[in-house]
């Protein structure tokens, strides 16, 4: 039946399909960070068991991709990607259910795994789909997971925090446990996605068929001008998502700073968690949520603004300037809170930190699947999962940073990151 109804479905709906799967999958993986502080309550959990979470869950799900895409390329099939898709749908929506810190890495490892086992898959069926439009099929791709990510940050805390409202004689408290049990209701259309996902690429070939002999005439000269590419392409990506991981930490310890109000609490060594109550964490977690969301609005906005703006051309350009201008946006974000100007010129600049090292990857997706035609998948989970392996270390590099030099310093030197980053482009060759 499955294969029957596959079948019928032309190839724009094919994509259309694809490219929405990945709002979904990316709304299940912005489930825990914005609840990063209730969850670290609930389960009484330290600051770094906290990051620990968020850091294992970037090991997880990029360690899965280049073993998935291998497997996919070899035996050309989209199989291990819906197989991750139920994984993740299954063990996130289970997280309100986990009562100890194991409990919680083992469903972040799985979520985590899931997820990843997906992206390399749908980014090579939505190459392969595209066709001669591959660069506007996978910034569409991209965006739809930012979309899915800003839906996941917003509407996560404000379901858990309308679960956990409860009265007690007469008195409303946060029963933030019954808030996070609600979760598992997202599992009921996590799995429709999944199944339709299936039905859309299962029958979608992994590459064009004269790819691989295409690939073999090429000098070795060639060959290894491309592999150098690719080489480039990925740690410039280690480094942005670095970045990104940096950041998703610092902004989780921002937003407590903001909810406890005490401008001294940015000072290095600062300890904020002991005043953190149940009603300080949610606000917390609402902060949190709307900032992790501006954060991928501009990854996704950024992304797709590239595209419609330059169509393809100045790619190398982009690579370099767009990071640069996004590491001085991230160096000068923590100073937007002490200019008494409100919360929204806070949101601003994470919209545009977020665009200057997220606008960039789907470029970096487009060209890294146009250097190995034949090794779609291998090339998506390089730029993807392989780069994220790496960028685990960046929640306790920001963790670390944040408790030894302070908010604003910590803020200064993931800039700098990004802005190597940058640098990185200069030495690239685009084909």
């Known amino acids: 039946m499955l294969s ?17 799967s990945h709002a979904v999958v990316d709304f299940f993986s912005f ?18 068991q906290g990051t620990m979470l968020v850091a294992v869950g970037s090991i997880s ?20 990607g ?88 007469g008195t409303p408290v946060l029963d933030t446990a019954a808030g996070l049990r609600s979760l598992a209701w997202y599992i009921i259309p996590g799995l429709i996605c999944a199944g339709l996902l299936a039905m859309a690429i299962h029958s979608v070939p992994h590459r064009h068929a004269t790819a691989r002999s295409d690939h073999a005439l090429l000098s070795r000269t060639e060959q290894f001008a491309r592999w150098r590419s690719i080489w480039l392409l990925y740690f410039g990506n280690i480094l942005r998502f670095t970045v990104d991981m940096c950041l998703i930490t610092l902004i989780v310890r921002w937003s407590e700073l903001m909810a406890v109000g005490d401008p001294a609490a940015y000072l290095p060594g600062v300890e904020v968690v002991s005043r953190l109550t149940p ?60 200019l008494g100007l409100g919360l929204w010129p806070v949101v601003v600049l994470c919209v545009v930190a977020g665009l200057g090292y997220g606008g960039v990857i789907p470029t970096t997706l487009s060209i890294a699947q146009r250097l190995l035609p034949h090794r779609t998948s291998l090339a998506s989970a390089l730029m993807m999962g ?18 030894n030099f302070g908010l604003n310093q910590a803020f200064a030197i993931v ?9 990185l482009g200069l030495l690239l060759r685009t084909p």
């Open 61 to 80: 799900s990029g360690m899965i991709q280049p073993i998935v895409a291998l497997l996919s390329d070899r035996h050309d099939t989209r199989f291990f």
């Open 31 to 48: 489930i825990i960070i914005p609840l990063l502080s209730v969850i670290e309550g609930r389960v009484d959990l330290t600051t770094w």
């Open 415 to 423: 800039g700098l990151l990004l802005g190597a980053s940058g640098l």
């Open 386 to 403: 392989g780069a994220w392996a790496f960028a685990s270390v960046g929640p306790h590099l920001a963790q670390m940073l944040f408790e």
């Open 4 to 20: 029957l109804i596959s079948s019928r479905l032309r190839g724009s709906s094919r994509l259309t399909v694809a490219i929405l």
């Open 279 to 338: 009603e300080l964490r949610s606000e917390a977690s609402r902060l949190n949520g709307l900032l992790q969301a501006a954060r991928q609005v501009g990854m996704g906005v950024g992304g797709l603004a590239i595209l419609i703006l330059l169509r393809g051309r100045f790619e190398r350009a982009m690579l370099v300037a767009v990071p640069l201008v996004g590491a001085v946006v991230v160096v000068i974000t923590p100073h937007a809170a002490a």
């Open 82 to 169: 819906t197989l991750g898709f139920v994984a993740a749908v299954l063990a996130i929506g289970s997280v309100g259910f986990a009562t100890t810190f194991p409990a919680l890495l083992i469903i972040q490892i799985i979520g985590s795994a899931g997820i990843g086992a997906f992206h390399p898959v749908a980014a090579a069926a939505v190459g392969q789909l595209s066709g001669n439009r591959r660069l506007s099929g996978l910034a569409w791709f991209y965006a739809a997971g930012m979309i899915g990510g800003v839906a996941g940050n917003l509407f996560t805390p404000q379901w858990v925090r309308h679960f956990s409202m409860a009265e007690q004689g």
